[in-house]
């Protein structure tokens, strides 16, 4: 299984930028797909989940800014953020979940960086 996250970059304030995490060697479809995201000094926390069925989930502070999708047929998911602020600004994380197991499989993450 290999998750490849890319799309991460600077941006001011306000922008917006889409991250994206395509997977090879799993079908997609079977699985759950999150975004989570690391800033230094900071632990990893969770942005975003998107189940096998299209159900999504979002964090208390990204709802109304940011927008978890899938394309299972593209083996993508994506992560559409909107209105960015600096506190924003971490690694991106993509992880896959096969659905009923409790194994996980991380991406190698995307920088995303939000100047004031």
């Known amino acids: 299984v290999q998750l490849q996250a890319s799309g991460g970059g600077l941006v001011q304030a306000g922008g917006s930028l889409r991250l994206s995490c395509a997977a090879s060697?799993?079908?997609?479809?079977?699985?759950?797909m999150g975004w989570y995201r690391q800033a230094p000094g900071k632990q990893r926390e969770l942005v975003a989940t998107?189940?096998?069925?299209?159900?999504?989930n979002h964090a208390d502070f990204v709802k109304g800014r940011f927008t978890i999708s899938r394309d299972d047929a593209e083996k993508t998911v994506y992560l559409q953020m909107n209105s960015l602020n600096p506190e924003d600004s971490a690694g991106y994380y993509c992880k896959a979940r096969r659905m009923f197991s409790a194994i996980d499989y991380w991406g190698q993450g995307t920088q995303v960086t939000v100047s004031s």
């Open positions: 060697g799993i079908t997609l479809s079977g699985y759950d």
């Open positions: 998107i189940y096998s069925g299209g159900r999504t």
